[in-house]
């Protein structure tokens, strides 16, 4: 199973709306998919559940917050008995071979992420804390480490628009990192930000990895950047603005995140509604139109980047 993280440190820039359709898309083309919703917001879960489903059977016991909020994260229920299977999508693939899993967020994870943080201190010895450092970082990556995910192609991590224990456990859990960028001044700022960010966190976490006389059970980590999609693009006759096209030249051109071809342009049209219908957009929509062609091609990107294909290796 190959794992991609989804983030940026700003909200509002498409994140949910990337993962929803990315999922639903290449499970339409046959690959069994899981979704994870690691954002507080719970806008990912919403895609799929209504909001009564989610009171009424999932809530209390079926979410990633029941997960991380143990001593150590996975230590009392295991994440595979959180997987939800979302009827409405589901139902709505053309292919019996794709699949939709999800992970279900709550309200709740933000106490929980800054509790779990708050565990990172009260360890005495340098070993003790680097073990602790290691223990906590790499919890969501021992959890899906469990065979019972060896069925699905990918799995999608919708993170919150924060730095905080709870993203990082994703980091470290992913093998990509896709992040969805508008292209206006501050988005194109904040991405050197958070491959800085990034970076510091591979590198500590595989520095205590290495540390003289080993720790032993652990494995260094390499979760490249699969690039930035820009999205909510703005265009006019066919071109992207003037403006934003600088904004996307400058990046590609000075950033260490390398630029996706594929972008998605801004379409209220397809956007706009809440997502009630449990089914993302790109498979609601009706015929091959211009957005839908622009997430095949991202889509295409991204299963190319992990040399994955549909009726490919698990
Ligand atoms: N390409 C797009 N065109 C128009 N609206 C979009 C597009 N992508 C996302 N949106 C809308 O923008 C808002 C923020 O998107 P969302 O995916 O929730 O961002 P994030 O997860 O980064 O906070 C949502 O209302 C969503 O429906
Ligand atoms: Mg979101």
Not at 74 to 102: F, K, M
Not at 120 to 141: A, E, M, P, Q, Y
Request: aromatic share 6%; glycine share 8%; charged share 25%.
């Amino acid at each position: 199973m190959r794992v991609v993280a989804v983030m940026n440190y700003k909200g509002g820039v498409g994140k949910t709306t990337i993962t929803a359709n990315l999922g639903a898309i290449a499970a339409n083309l046959g690959l069994r998919v899981l979704l994870i919703d690691l954002d507080p917001q719970t806008n990912l879960t919403f895609s799929f559940f209504s909001i009564d489903e989610w009171h009424d059977r999932i809530k209390d016991k079926r979410t990633i917050k029941q997960w991380y909020d143990a001593e150590m994260p996975g230590r009392d229920i295991s994440l595979s008995d959180l997987v939800l299977t979302p009827e409405r999508v589901n139902d709505a693939l053309e292919t019996a071979d794709g699949r939709l899993d999800l992970i279900s967020s709550h309200l709740g994870l933000i106490d929980i992420d800054l509790e779990l943080a708050a565990r990172l201190g009260g360890t005495t010895t340098l070993d003790g804390s680097k073990r602790k450092f290691l223990d906590l970082h790499s919890c969501l990556r021992r959890g899906l480490e469990d065979s019972d995910f060896g069925q699905y192609d990918l799995a999608l991590i919708d993170c919150a628009p924060n730095f905080g224990l709870v993203t990082k456990t994703a980091i470290v859990a992913s093998q990509k990192i896709l992040v969805p960028a508008k292209a206006d001044y501050l988005s194109t700022l904040g991405l050197e930000y958070l491959v800085g960010n990034c970076d510091s966190l591979v590198r500590q976490f595989n520095e205590y990895v290495d540390h003289k006389g080993g720790v032993a059970g652990y494995r260094r980590i390499d979760p490249g950047m699969l690039g930035v999609v820009f999205t909510m693009v703005q265009i006019y006759s066919q071109q992207v603005t003037a403006a934003q096209h600088a904004y996307i030249e400058e990046t590609n051109l000075n950033s260490r995140v390398p630029v996706l071809t594929s972008k998605i342009r801004n379409s209220p049209r397809h956007f706009g509604d809440a997502g009630e219908s449990g089914v993302p957009a790109m498979l609601r929509a009706t015929g091959r139109d211009e957005v839908v062609r622009e997430f095949e091609q991202l889509v295409d990107e991204v299963l190319g980047a992990l040399a994955l294909s549909p009726g490919g290796d698990r």
